[in-house]
């Protein structure tokens, strides 16, 4: 990624890589002043490398259209501040804080992100719907657990918190496994 990027004529300055993801690149990045209301923010950039478990259709409408089904069901996640289609570029509220995975990492999870979690959950399946509940998509700031990817689908049974998620928010085989492949 270069040194800075236009986002609809907007400059933002890369600051470090915060992750990669099935999507896309996420970029801690900082706002020419007076061009945001934030001065850091995230800018994902969408890219187009093969994901052998996962299919995509166009991951920009994917991504606005996911922001929105879980704006309607509540759940705690950072602001879209901008998109740039043509880029294939989003800007998010940039939420600052470790992520559960890092939490787990240090054996330092307080219980109020599990607690957190389940309310996510009771939601979410009312709504029939699934997030991606990897670890790394959960940032605890100021005590509120905020889902930091937009990635929703229908509900799938086997692919809830309690079927899948929960293997990774502890160190479970599953997690360590994890850990020593990355």
């Given at each position: ?9 907007r400059k933002?300055t ?19 002043p ?11 950039q ?26 309607s ?57 699934n ?52």
């Amino acid at each position: 990624m270069e040194d800075s990027v236009l986002v609809n004529g907007r400059k933002y300055t890369i600051l470090k890589l915060l992750g990669k993801g099935k999507g896309g690149y996420s970029y801690l990045a900082q706002a020419e002043p007076g061009q945001s209301e934030q001065e850091y923010v995230v800018v994902k950039q969408i890219h187009h490398e093969p994901c052998s478990y996962y299919q995509f259709g166009n991951k920009m409408a994917a991504e606005i259209n996911d922001y929105k089904r879980l704006q309607s069901i509540g759940i705690s996640m950072p602001r879209m501040l901008d998109t740039d289609m043509e880029k294939e570029r989003i800007v998010k509220e940039y939420i600052e804080g470790d992520t559960v995975y890092q939490l787990v990492l240090k054996d330092n999870l307080p219980q109020t992100c599990l607690d957190q979690v389940r309310e996510m959950c009771r939601l979410l399946y009312e709504a029939k719907t699934n997030i991606d509940y990897f670890p790394t998509n959960f940032i605890l700031q100021n005590g509120i657990l905020y889902y930091v990817d937009y990635e929703c689908n229908d509900y799938m049974e086997e692919w809830n918190f309690e079927n899948w998620g929960i293997k990774y928010w502890s160190k479970t085989a599953e997690f360590m496994k994890y850990v020593e492949e990355h």
